[in-house]
Structure formats: C-alpha cells, structure tokens
C-alpha cells in the first residue's frame, strides 16, 4: 500500500490513506477519515516527522540539458555573429528556479550561409523558442529547427509588438508600419490576419 502511493502522481481529492497512518502536511486535507490530495502533484512521506505530503509538480529545481527546448529573451549583442540569451523557462513554458544564460552563435540561427549578422536572426528583447545543443553550462542555443525561433518581437522604431504576415519573411509594425527581419518560429505569438 505505501510503496504505491509513494512518488504517485495524484488528482485532488484522491485518497492517500487513512488519518491513522500519517499525519496531514502540506497540499492536503482531511476527510471523513482520509488525507486527501488537495492540489495535483507528487506524494512524498516524510517518515521522521510521519506526515505525508503532495508536492506540487514542476517546482523542484530543474537543470536544461542538451536537446531540451527552451524560452528565453534575447538580452544582447556582444559581437556581430552572437547574441546573448537569458533562458526563464522550459519547454512546458513552466518557468525554471532562476535563469540560465544561453548563447546563440549566427551558424545556429539557419541553415542558410552568407548570413553576416545575427540582427539578421534576432534583437536584443526578443522572445525566443530554442533548442539547447551544448551538454552543459554555458548553454549554446540553435533555432534552426522550424519549430525554433522568435515567437515575441517588438518594433525597433517605436516599441510595439510585431506581427507576422502570411507569405512574407517580414514581421510589421502595425502602428508606425516598420518591417523588420527575423528567423520567426512557426507559432509566432501574433498573426495578421489575411485581408480579402
Ligand atoms: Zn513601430
């Protein structure tokens, strides 16, 4: 019986045990002779202090690695072909224990060469969709991949979000009617709608 519920992923409501086998902690609640799960998560038993616990998912300290997706925001351009990355959350979009800095290098922006510029690619105050290709810290990015890239721009002119038109490479401004270039991932945040 305990080596089930132990580690289980539960709903709330669900029944964890009888109220004589542990005492009520955290993510809890007591019912009609039963501790309850009060909130999705984790059971976990604390045999010292005999309470049992549901421990909400997604909170523990998590470390990117090699291969995972990531959201960060562009911070900076410290050279020509390499941009700065501040990475907040995972691919769930759950925002990680802190930030974790990631590099973007132009030969990891697109498949295509002749590109000079990451401008090319990304601004610093871009949101990005990356995929991490380094095995750890410092995290080197690539948003080659389609699904990688700018989801969130914002106007270099005068600050408003950027829209991405169908058919076009450009994102634009719809409020001072600049276009500008990125490597836009294909679920960029904001679509203009096609007139007919
Ligand atoms: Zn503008």
């Not at 080596?3 to 019912?31: R, S």
């Not at 998560?41 to 005999?50: K, L, P």
């Not at 990304?122 to 810290?137: E, L, N, Q, Y």
């Not at 994102?171 to 096609?194: D, P, Q, T």
């Amino acid at each position: 019986m305990l080596a089930n519920i132990v580690g289980k992923k539960v709903f709330p409501g669900d029944i964890l045990c009888a109220i004589e086998e542990f005492l009520p902690g955290d993510g809890v609640y007591v019912d009609n002779g039963y501790i309850r799960a009060a909130r999705f998560g984790i059971v976990e038993i604390d045999f010292t202090s005999r309470r049992i616990h549901v421990k909400p998912l997604g909170k523990k300290p998590r470390l990117p690695g090699k291969g995972s997706v990531v959201y960060g925001v562009v911070t900076g351009v410290p050279r020509e072909e390499l941009a700065f990355v501040k990475i907040f959350a995972d691919e769930r979009m759950v925002p990680f224990n802190g930030f974790f800095s990631g590099v973007l290098h132009i030969s990891q922006a697109s498949d295509s060469p002749g590109q000079h510029s990451i401008y090319d690619f990304v601004k610093p105050g871009d949101f990005v969709r990356a995929t991490i290709v380094s095995p750890s810290a410092p995290y080197l990015l690539s948003i080659r991949r389609p699904q990688d890239g700018v989801i969130l721009a914002y106007c270099s002119v005068c600050g408003a979000p950027l829209y991405k038109v169908p058919g076009s490479p450009y994102l634009v401004c719809k409020r001072c009617g600049n276009k500008e270039k990125r490597k836009v991932a294909i679920h960029y945040l904001l679509e203009e709608r096609r007139k007919r």
